[in-house]
């Protein structure tokens, strides 16, 4: 099997013509440019790292390089995994959530094999022994240990091992549809190429990305962003939106208003000494009290309430 068949960090079905999908603007869930380099960094150092703990743990010559990184639905990783394949449950003190660290059946098998002094090659689509079992989570601890290391200069990371699986269907650490970041990497111990991948709960790794200002934009870049900035700024200033002045809303019975008829008086509760709110999509930005300019009506936007009187609310 070639790495790409196994690799979902470079799924091939994504590209399948499966048409636009929609983005939500509230929700703005997307990896950016920036986002993307600084774990581009945190990985590969972690990679570069983990092939030298599996040279030297394995005494065999090991090589671990950073493929890709991606958003996928969670849904669309496990959908994406082999089956079987060795899937271990990570936690990630102090962080929330739960990380998924997966590696091929056959490069686990190659990696025991070379623990027990073995020559690698082939290996069996078998269930670890106990005996095994105790190899595998040693050296994948090890492993979460160098991911600590690549992630240092971000945050301080605690990986821990809670368990491992073998089939991601029955996993259910996330929401199908949860977003998660998968880092793919190409792997390879002895003569045995396979793929290796992590899966991060985006809610997770996004305050700590955030938070981070180690990228450096050169020149063309930082134009590029300043004008994107300002054509933004200028499509959003000229959008239209419709502005509601209210009273304030009151409570009425069905039968009341049924029988309203043409010249009935409603009172309002609205005391005739607060201004009326300006509303957009219900959200309150301004205050206004009536009048008119011209033949029109108008209203003129004052001060808020709790700004209007200082004095009651005992200040100077």
């Known amino acids: 099997m070639t790495n790409a068949a196994r690799s979902p960090g470079r799924l091939s079905r994504r590209g399948q013509g499966a048409g636009p999908t929609a983005y939500d603007f509230r929700k703005p869930i997307k990896l950016s440019r920036e986002h993307i380099r600084t774990l581009q960094i945190a990985f590969e150092t972690y990679a570069r790292s983990c092939g030298t ?8 010559v090991s090589n671990v390089t950073l493929a890709s990184i991606e958003q996928l639905n969670y849904d669309e ?6 089956n079987p394949t060795v899937i271990a449950v990570v936690g990630l003190d102090p962080l929330p959530g739960t990380a998924l660290m997966e590696i091929s059946s056959s490069a686990s098998m190659t990696a025991i ?25 040693g050296l994948l601890e090890r492993m979460l240990g160098e991911l600590r290391y690549g992630f240092e200069t971000l945050v301080e990371l605690h990986p821990k091992l809670k368990e491992i699986e073998y089939n ?15 880092a793919s990497f190409d792997m390879k111990i002895g003569a045995e190429e396979t793929a290796h991948t992590f899966c991060l709960p985006f809610n997770t790794i996004l305050p700590v990305l955030s938070k981070t200002e180690t990228v450096v934009l050169s020149d063309a870049e930082r134009s590029a962003k300043d004008m994107a ?20 809303p009151i409570r009425m019975r069905t039968d009341d208003i049924v029988d309203l008829q043409p010249g009935d008086v409603v009172p309002l509760g609205h005391p005739t000494t607060q201004p009326l709110e300006v509303k957009v999509n219900e959200t309150v930005f301004a205050h206004a009290v009536p009048g008119n300019q011209g033949a029109r009506l108008a209203c003129l936007i004052v001060p808020a309430p709790q700004e209007a009187s200082p004095k009651e609310s005992g200040r100077p």
Do not use: W
């Open 53 to 60: 703990l599996l040279t030297t743990r394995l005494r065999a």
């Open 77 to 82: 990783y496990v959908a994406a995994l082999n």
């Open 113 to 137: 094999d070379h623990m027990l002094g073995g020559p690698g090659g082939p290996q069996p689509e078998r269930p670890l022994t106990e005996v095994e079992m105790p190899l595998l989570r």
């Open 168 to 182: 991601a269907q029955f996993l259910r650490a996330h929401q199908p549809g949860d977003a998660c970041v998968i």
């Open 229 to 248: 900035m300002r054509n933004l700024t200028a499509g959003l200033s000229s959008a239209p939106l419709d502005v509601a002045v209210r009273f304030q």
